[in-house]
Protein backbone atom coordinates (compact mmCIF):
# COMPACT_ATOMS: atom_id res chain seq x y z
CA UNK A 1 0.00 0.00 0.00
CA UNK A 2 3.00 2.40 1.02
CA UNK A 3 4.43 1.96 -2.47
CA UNK A 4 1.46 2.42 -4.24
CA UNK A 5 1.02 5.80 -2.05
CA UNK A 6 4.38 7.18 -3.40
CA UNK A 7 4.68 6.38 -6.84
CA UNK A 8 1.27 7.47 -7.69
CA UNK A 9 2.25 11.10 -5.77
CA UNK A 10 5.47 11.50 -7.37
CA UNK A 11 4.39 10.07 -10.43
CA UNK A 12 1.74 12.93 -10.80
CA UNK A 13 4.14 15.33 -8.51
CA UNK A 14 6.80 15.72 -10.80
CA UNK A 15 4.36 17.20 -13.40
CA UNK A 16 3.36 19.68 -10.79
CA UNK A 17 7.19 20.85 -9.91
CA UNK A 18 8.05 20.69 -14.34
CA UNK A 19 5.01 22.97 -14.92
CA UNK A 20 6.54 25.59 -12.16
CA UNK A 21 10.03 25.16 -12.75
CA UNK A 22 9.32 26.11 -16.41
CA UNK A 23 6.61 28.91 -15.47
CA UNK A 24 9.02 30.60 -12.95
CA UNK A 25 11.96 30.11 -15.60
CA UNK A 26 9.28 31.95 -18.09
CA UNK A 27 8.13 34.47 -16.36
CA UNK A 28 10.44 36.65 -14.02
CA UNK A 29 7.78 37.99 -10.95
CA UNK A 30 8.54 37.87 -7.31
CA UNK A 31 4.39 38.34 -7.03
CA UNK A 32 4.59 35.47 -8.82
CA UNK A 33 7.07 33.12 -7.44
CA UNK A 34 5.13 34.40 -3.77
CA UNK A 35 1.55 32.89 -5.07
CA UNK A 36 3.04 30.00 -6.83
CA UNK A 37 4.57 28.78 -3.85
CA UNK A 38 0.74 28.84 -2.15
CA UNK A 39 -0.62 26.90 -5.24
CA UNK A 40 2.37 24.34 -5.37
CA UNK A 41 1.67 23.29 -1.65
CA UNK A 42 -2.32 23.25 -2.15
CA UNK A 43 -1.56 20.94 -5.33
CA UNK A 44 0.84 18.61 -3.74
CA UNK A 45 -1.17 17.98 -0.40
CA UNK A 46 -4.53 17.74 -2.92
CA UNK A 47 -2.32 14.63 -4.74
CA UNK A 48 -0.83 13.42 -1.27
CA UNK A 49 -4.60 12.99 -0.66
CA UNK A 50 -5.23 11.50 -3.86
CA UNK A 51 -2.64 9.02 -3.87
CA UNK A 52 -3.61 7.89 -0.59
CA UNK A 53 -7.10 7.61 -1.26
CA UNK A 54 -7.07 5.60 -4.37
CA UNK A 55 -4.66 3.12 -2.68
CA UNK A 56 -7.20 2.32 0.23
CA UNK A 57 -9.88 1.97 -2.32
CA UNK A 58 -7.78 -0.57 -4.36
CA UNK A 59 -7.32 -2.89 -1.22
CA UNK A 60 -11.11 -2.62 -0.33
CA UNK A 61 -11.69 -3.48 -4.37
Known sequence: MLRNIIVTFFHDAIWVAGFFFLLH???????LKQFSKYVILVVLASLLLHSVLTSIYLIEV
Open 25 to 31: KTFVSER
